[in-house]
Structure formats: structure tokens, C-alpha cells
């Protein structure tokens, strides 16, 4: 069975750009979680989306927004980007809605840089 | 904000013998602890968690130690081996997940 997968995989963006991160949850799982992992940090909530609503929103601003589709993928938008939006952007999957108390399974992760 | 902290950034130990990895916390919410490990180019890994009800949980090699009273929980890995190189974080749950910074850790053969 396949894992969770995102698109792509790198990514070069000039600051001011829009970007689009693509992630493809694990079969049967139903909640999609977004994290941002700057170097030297932990991995930092940004979003939940279970049955296509948002559960959960980290400290973000505005410019960071997501969207579940039907099938369970999620994508994730950045606008207006800052120099700070470089990071490694991960997708996490798992099963229904217990946050954390379910065991979440992560892509690999989109590398992002803003130049 | 750090409300998961992981003091040490790297361990390095000897094949064969323990590796413990520390992590404290500051919110008394926190009712799920999980530990994750990271290969390079790999998205985190779940290792094994806790509950808040529980102060140990053990899974073969693997055994987390949680004490609520000094916000402290730890990570037990007997024996180390090589392949248990990587970078280990400590994540806590209230219910969306807060990450520690992570240790490297090296298991030297």
C-alpha cells in the first residue's frame, strides 16, 4: 500500500510568489494535517482537515490556507511569500479525528525556498 | 511559544548499550505524548506514545517513560543499534500536535 505522498518534492519561489503544495493521504484515512519544519526546529502545526472541514489551525497567518477535496487529498496555499515560508512543508495522514491521540503518518515532505 | 522542549540536540552512544532521550514540557494539558524518528529525505516516523494515564509504555526495544509530576518524559532504547541513527522528536498532543526541536542521535558500532 502506498504511503502518503506530496508534490513536489523541491520547490524554487521568488517572495511575493503563490505557491501550491499537493498531498495525497494514506487509503481509508479520512484527516489530512499540515506542519511546517523550519531547520533546526521541531515540525509546527499548521492545519487539520478531516471530511473535508478544517478541525484545526495553527498560529499561521492569513497568507496560509488549505483545502480538502472529496477524495481526501489536500492542498495547501501560501501567499505573498516571505523569505521566513522557506521550510520543509509536511503532510500528515491518519485515520478519523483524534488528533494527536491517533497515530499520524507523514510524507516525505515538499522543500520550499524563497529567494 | 515552546511548549515541548528537547534540551539536548545530539547523543552519541555505543552499539549495544542504552540510549535515553529526554523531553520536558510546560502545559499541564497535554494528554498524548508520541515519539517520532527522522531519516534524512523521509517524513517523521512514529515510534511509540503515552498516554497521560499511563507512566510507561513499552514496545521491544523501545520504552517511554512519563512523569507528570516534573513534566519530564524520556525515551529508552535498549540496545542501541546503528540503525537507530536518526533524529528523534518528541511530540505532545492537546489534541493538535506540538513537536519538540529534535535530537541527532549516533549509534557508533
Known amino acids: ?115 | 511559544d515552546q511548549q515541548v522542549k528537547q534540551n539536548s540536540p545530539s547523543l552519541s552512544v555505543q552499539e549495544g548499550r542504552i540510549s535515553i532521550l529526554n523531553c520536558d514540557y510546560t502545559n499541564s494539558m497535554f494528554d498524548y505524548f508520541l515519539w517520532y524518528k527522522k531519516y534524512p529525505a523521509e517524513g517523521p516516523t512514529f515510534l511509540i506514545s503515552i498516554s497521560s494515564i499511563k507512566d510507561k509504555n513499552e514496545d521491544g526495544r523501545f520504552t517511554v517513560f512519563l512523569n507528570k509530576s516534573a513534566k519530564h518524559l524520556s525515551l529508552h532504547i535498549v540496545p542501541s543499534q546503528p540503525g537507530d541513527s536518526a533524529v528523534y522528536f518528541c511530540a505532545a498532543s492537546a489534541p493538535d500536535m506540538r513537536f519538540g526541536a529534535g535530537t541527532r542521535l549516533t549509534v557508533k558500532p
Open chain 1, 1 to 115: 500500500d502506498a504511503g502518503v505522498t506530496q508534490s513536489p518534492t523541491h520547490l524554487i519561489k521568488t517572495r511575493g510568489q503563490h505557491v501550491t503544495l499537493r498531498c495525497s493521504p494514506i487509503s481509508g484515512h479520512k484527516s489530512v494535517s499540515w506542519y511546517q519544519q523550519v531547520l533546526g526546529q521541531g515540525p509546527q502545526f499548521i492545519f487539520q482537515y478531516y471530511e473535508k472541514e478544517e478541525r484545526g489551525r495553527g498560529n499561521f497567518p492569513d497568507r496560509f490556507s488549505a483545502r480538502q477535496f472529496p477524495n481526501y487529498s489536500s492542498e495547501l496555499n501560501v501567499n505573498a511569500l516571505l523569505l521566513g515560508d522557506s521550510a520543509l512543508y509536511l503532510c500528515a495522514s491518519s485515520p478519523g479525528l483524534a488528533g494527536g491521540r491517533e497515530t499520524q503518518y507523514f510524507g516525505p515532505g515538499t522543500r520550499l525556498l524563497v529567494l
